[in-house]
């Protein structure tokens, strides 16, 4: 790829001027505390995602980790070279000072295929799956957790035979201080009980999260339910998956309701043991 060639891939660069090295294709997609964008390089041709963080609102999110050493999501996104997670290509800050990523163009979001429903993801879960875990697990080896995990957080090729992590922007090293009680962000629907009653955490709170994506690929439905307070105080247990997918493989079904288990001590506690167990699934259904 010529454009590649000019930049290091995955590095920080000189300040990008958006408007005289791009033109923006269709409409913006806003985010929490991003907007992101479909460009073309003016000078390759090549298409891009550029995700353009606000400044204030990712300044107020870094000052919670002030006299940390936190790195940027930029250089945390562009540590990893993985087939299962988004390339980020350049990082920096836009001539107008906001920071950015510049990323491979990926297409439909898993939210937006299980809205679809059965028809997209029957027989091709367990692929999704492990390609999906061993992302995470990658995230977790390289010494980070994600705390950011949903489906809208995985993006499809625009083939879609391969599924990718995306947005590390609300992720930390796994390390220290990162792990004390204090730091709740996240999408609420998928945070761990320890997340949302402020307890210390570990890699294992993206175990859960994982876990009621997997749920949701089967079930079309949220363990907890439609109530977001339910599900973001976990007051009952979850619903077993069976109840929705009766005809799932019951060891499959065992493993997605291990994830989710509301008490950290009994919960799949890696990813490296879901995948382990994950590889002796062979089908969806019995």
Known sequence: MAFLGRFKSGSAAKKLDVKAQFDVLGDPHPGRKSTVYRVRDRNTREEFALKILDAKKTAEYEARFKGMDKPTEGEIASKFDHRFICKTIQFGKTSEGSPYLLLELLGASLKYIIGIGEKVLAGRRLKYLRQAGEALETVHKTGFIHRDISPRNFLFTEDGEVLKLTDFGYAVPATGRFLEPGNRTGTPEYM??????????????????????????????????????????????????????????PHLAELIMSTIQPDVTKRCPSMGQFLNALRRVEKETV
């Open 192 to 249: 761990a009980p320890e997340l949302i009653r402020l307890h210390r955490t570990d890699h294992r709170l993206d175990v859960f999260a994982f876990g009621i994506v997997a749920y949701e690929m089967f079930a079309f439905k949220h363990p907890w339910g439609h109530s977001v307070t339910g599900a973001v105080w976990h007051a009952n247990p979850p619903t077993d998956i069976r109840e929705y997918r009766p005809e799932i493989e």
